[in-house]
């Protein structure tokens, strides 16, 4: 039986350390200020993560890119001459074309590699919802579970991957569309934070509308605490748009409700974060639904 490597995006907003651990392959979308463009590596080497939210802060706009096929192709092609079977598990595909181009890659490289295999999975996930998924498949490939046991694992949980997400600034909701200037005006002089989620689709949604940030923030454990579900021990996942102080003030919480051995916390990304703004946290754990 041959050996298989699990691949994903650095839209998934691992830790580094996981990633080594584990050898998982993250591969970059790329994000950029008018005519500067980076490549989004999860140890941030071509623009620092605070850097980058600093920018934005200031009201600056960071466009995305997902990846295309050819870099699939290139990508994928190393893992393959090396004699490793691959399971790609992608950013949600209603929120890029990300995984429509893992697909096309597939069906170009397995027209050469005639004995090779290539699993892709859309995860419906995002940020660190994603990489919760991705953490715990590597975790069942460590266990020994060949590739279709572990695609099966990974299919069967992913609608039970809970993403609840509060925002700081409105204004990046209205640049991004989902939300009118009028709303972002008066939900800002009105201290609203909007609570959102990503459902079954794969889209994100807002949900409901909270005043004061700390209410947000507890607004999000009162949500886990109505599908909470974690048979298995998986750790809960934390994320943040370089609010530190936010993220860890949720884990406490977390951690007094339901007295969990493991939360880790790590940033939003700029791809993520290029959508997000600044002072966005974001929570994810397993559940009895999304």
Known sequence: MKNYVIVTDSTADLPVNIIEEYGIVVLPLS???????????????????????E?????????????????????????????????????????????????????????GYKDARIECIDTLSASMGEGLLVYCAAQKMREGFTLDETKQWVLNNRLHLCHWFTVDDLFQLKRGGRINAMTATLGTALSVKPVLHVDNEGFLIPVSNVRGRKKSLISMLERM??????????PVFISHADCLEDAEYLAELVKEKFKIKEIIINYIGPVIGSHTGQGCVALFFFGTER
Request: charged residues 30%.
């Open 225 to 234: 605490e109505k599908t909470y579900d974690n048979p298995e021990g998986n």
């Open 31 to 53: 994000f950029g200020f008018e005519n500067e463009n980076y490549m989004d590596y999860p140890d941030h080497r071509e623009f620092g993560i605070s850097k980058f939210y």
């Open 55 to 111: 920018r934005i802060k200031k009201g600056e706009k960071s466009n995305t890119a997902m990846i295309n096929s050819s870099a699939f192709e290139k990508h994928f092609e190393q893992i393959l001459d090396e004699g490793n079977d691959i399971l790609y598990m992608a950013f949600s595909s209603e929120l890029s074309g990300t995984y429509a181009s893992s697909l096309t890659a597939k069906e170009e490289l397995l027209a």
